[in-house]
């Protein structure tokens, strides 16, 4: 794929995120343009209780997922962008906002490009252990960055189950339920 080089960079738009038109040159001299969303790295992680055998999901409102299907929720991980923060640092700070979750330990999972064909951000996507007695606050998000989040406890059971029924939609979730399923195998299928 040598010999791409982007030519020109145009701001189109710019508020919550930046709207960019790169103008392209191909390597057979042509050009292209493409709109491309610049966003911040985000971080995302599963929290799993493995003595209960649960994890910690959260509902929200998504705007495009309202456009499309017409519905204004959403059930997804925990995940934020990482606003300065290390991805560490992030998943653990969005824990708490979101779930009212003291995260510890996180294992890693992946670091992978969210729609690389739309936009910049990278998602950093952690697994991470916790107990009944890391429920230290109500979760919910942040009123001044509109969020009205929903806290679940789901038990893998059930997990499962909406996973293959397609009630999981969110990439980045079914990402990590499938790590956890990797990683951990002795947690499934206990029924």
């Known amino acids: 794929m040598a010999g791409y080089?982007?030519?020109?960079?145009?701001?189109?738009?710019?508020?919550?995120?930046?709207?960019?038109?790169?103008t392209v040159r191909m390597p057979d001299d042509r050009t292209m343009a493409r709109e491309v969303l610049n966003s911040a790295d985000a971080a995302?992680?599963?929290p799993y209780d493995s003595e209960r055998?649960?994890?910690?999901?959260v509902r929200q409102f998504r705007a495009p997922v309202m456009h499309v299907e017409g519905h204004p929720d959403f059930l997804e991980a925990v995940?934020?962008?990482?606003?300065?923060?290390d991805p560490e640092g992030c998943a653990?700070?969005?824990?708490?906002?979101?779930?009212?979750?003291?995260?510890?330990?996180?294992?890693?999972?992946?670091?992978?490009?969210?729609?690389?064909?739309?936009?910049?951000?990278?998602l950093h996507l952690f697994l991470a252990?916790?107990?009944s007695a890391d429920r230290v606050g109500e979760g919910g998000g942040l009123p001044e960055?509109?969020?009205?989040?929903?806290?679940?406890?789901?038990?893998?059971d059930a997990l499962m189950r909406m996973r293959d029924q397609g009630a999981i939609a969110d990439m980045k979730t079914l990402t990590l339920v499938q790590a956890l399923q990797?990683?951990?195998?002795?947690?499934?299928?206990k029924e």
Request: aromatic letters at 6%; glycine letters at 6%.
């Open 5 to 22: 080089r982007i030519q020109q960079i145009e701001t189109l738009y710019e508020g919550w995120r930046k709207l960019l038109k790169l």
């Open 44 to 46: 995302a992680v599963l």
């Open 53 to 57: 055998r649960m994890v910690i999901l």
């Open 79 to 85: 995940a934020g962008l990482l606003d300065g923060d």
């Open 92 to 122: 653990r700070r969005e824990a708490m906002e979101e779930a009212g979750l003291r995260i510890d330990r996180l294992e890693f999972v992946a670091k992978a490009w969210s729609a690389p064909g739309l936009t910049t951000e990278r």
């Open 129 to 131: 252990p916790y107990t």
């Open 145 to 156: 960055e509109h969020e009205d989040i929903e806290v679940l406890e789901i038990s893998l």
């Open 182 to 189: 990797l990683r951990h195998p002795e947690l499934f299928g």
